[in-house]
């Protein structure tokens, strides 16, 4: 992948910016932070969410891309989203996210061959790249969102607002500047609710 190019709004699930590299050996469990809210460093620096494998898995998609990337020629990968359990819970009942989301996307490498596999692709252990996709309306402007990269497992700098990913994720979005479309579980809950965007609800009576 790459160091930090606000991929994940142009490739993945499109949850969140893609940024930092994580190196196989980098494991959640190396953290201490096992909080299901955003937590912070005194300089505002997002705690890596430990036990994030422990949340809501949303749903995996696979070398999905909004763009054209040289970069990726001959690569594939699984990209994992999950959520929160308190999020999780309040977008069933409300079809919208409430504050103190966080949306996590793991990236981990494909692999055809292996053991008794024969055809298609499965995941490695080779977790490539992370990142997170926060609610936090107490801190940040606008819809309260705002994109982190998870830097081997450290404390991650707030991904500038001048990246790509966030104008991307407001115009396109289904609910809330979160890919919902993307996410198969969750799709219908926002239709009965009519929580869908407008821009959405757009894009896609175009596209029929």
């Given at each position: 992948?790459?160091?930090?190019?606000?991929?994940?709004?142009?490739?993945?699930?499109?949850?969140?910016?893609?940024?930092?590299?994580?190196?196989?050996?980098?494991?959640?469990?190396?953290?201490?932070?096992?909080?299901?809210?955003?937590?912070?460093?005194?300089?505002g620096?997002?705690?890596?969410?430990?036990?994030?494998?422990?949340?809501?898995?949303l749903?995996?998609g696979?070398?999905?891309?909004?763009?054209t990337?040289?970069?990726?020629?001959?690569?594939?990968?699984?990209?994992?989203?999950?959520?929160?359990?308190?999020?999780?819970?309040?977008?069933?009942?409300?079809?919208?996210?409430?504050?103190?989301?966080?949306?996590?996307?793991?990236?981990?490498?494909?692999?055809?061959?292996?053991?008794?596999?024969?055809?298609?692709?499965?995941?490695?252990?080779?977790?490539?790249?992370?990142?997170?996709?926060?609610?936090?309306?107490?801190?940040?402007?606008?819809?309260g969102?705002?994109f982190?990269?998870?830097?081997?497992?450290?404390?991650a700098k707030?991904?500038?607002?001048?990246?790509?990913?966030?104008?991307?994720?407001?115009?396109?979005?289904?609910?809330?500047?979160?890919?919902?479309?993307?996410?198969p579980?969750?799709?219908?809950i926002?239709?009965?609710?009519?929580?869908?965007?407008?821009?959405?609800?757009?894009?896609?009576?175009?596209?029929?």
């Amino acid at each position: 992948m790459l160091q930090f190019i606000c991929r994940f709004s142009l490739r993945g699930i499109a949850l969140l910016c893609l940024s930092a590299l994580l190196p196989a050996q980098a494991a959640p469990d190396s953290a201490k932070n096992d909080a299901t809210t955003p937590s912070y460093t005194a300089d505002g620096r997002l705690l890596f969410p430990a036990n994030y494998r422990e949340w809501i898995y949303l749903t995996t998609g696979m070398d999905m891309d909004y763009t054209t990337d040289p970069a990726m020629a001959g690569h594939s990968m699984f990209d994992n989203v999950f959520v929160n359990p308190e999020a999780y819970k309040s977008f069933l009942a409300t079809g919208t996210w409430p504050d103190k989301t966080m949306l996590v996307l793991e990236g981990r490498m494909a692999a055809g061959k292996g053991s008794i596999n024969k055809a298609g692709h499965y995941q490695t252990t080779e977790v490539m790249s992370g990142s997170v996709h926060v609610k936090d309306k107490s801190r940040f402007g606008g819809a309260g969102w705002a994109f982190f990269g998870l830097d081997h497992a450290k404390p991650a700098k707030q991904i500038p607002t001048s990246a790509p990913c966030y104008s991307c994720h407001e115009q396109h979005a289904a609910v809330d500047t979160t890919f919902v479309q993307f996410y198969p579980t969750l799709i219908g809950i926002a239709q009965q609710k009519g929580t869908l965007s407008a821009g959405y609800l757009k894009e896609e009576a175009a596209a029929k």
